[in-house]
């Protein structure tokens, strides 16, 4: 059965920073491009970041770039968002989420099939 | 970046409604997108892909339709754990987006 664990998240203030991981197993890690998707309180859902399989590629949106670092450690099956210089903006429940191909071309897009629970992030002084 | 547009954006419906979401996208996406359906408090579970390709274990009543710039959900007998919140994606680029959601209630 394919499980995707988030952890990490909590209260941190403005300008403060935090590490999210997402715990996978069921699969074959390693052999899966991973995304993180937010969710800030009551709104729709927003697509942050991306690694490709074996970490060489990553993706991030706009309104992250520059301030989060997406990471992967296939030898633990872990991915992770290094979450910097938090803003207001960026509290919202953070999910990782896993393409729904092995191996896919990272730069071509698919859909996620699998997704965790969610952690929250909470940006409050 | 691909801009994705649901309507409506609330639908309140009853049991047995055939109910219809639509969901366009502001350049062509070929049949590169999915469904999601979202409950309160839970992580989305992925529905539809390719437009029209249902998931394993998704019921019957769920389908897809579409291509290019304008998408359809439709469930054809709405039940009720059917009440919540679809969003649409589009994967025709590694920018995936999402529509702002439909709350059905």
Known sequence: EVQLVESGGGLVQPGGSLRLS??????????YNMHWVRQAP??????VSAISSNGDSTYYANSVKGRFTISRDNSRNTLYLQAGRLRAEDMAVYYCARDGFPNFDFWSGYYMDYW?????????? | DIQMTQSPSTLSASVGDRVTITCRA?????????????????????LISKASSSESGVPSRFSGSGSGTEFTLT?????????????????????????????VE
């Open chain 2, 75 to 103: 469930i054809s007998s709405l039940q009720p754990d059917d009440f919540a919140t679809y969003y649409c994606q589009q994967y025709n680029s590694y920018s995936r987006t999402f529509g702002q959601g439909t709350k």
């Open chain 2, 26 to 46: 502001s350049q062509s996406i070929s049949s590169w997108l999915a469904w999601y359906q979202q409950k309160p408090g839970k992580a989305p579970k992925l």
């Open chain 1, 116 to 125: 965790g629970q969610g952690t929250l992030v909470t940006v409050s002084s």
């Open chain 1, 42 to 47: 009551g709104k729709g859902l927003e697509y």
């Open chain 1, 22 to 31: 997402c715990a996978a197993s069921g699969f074959t890690f390693s052999r």
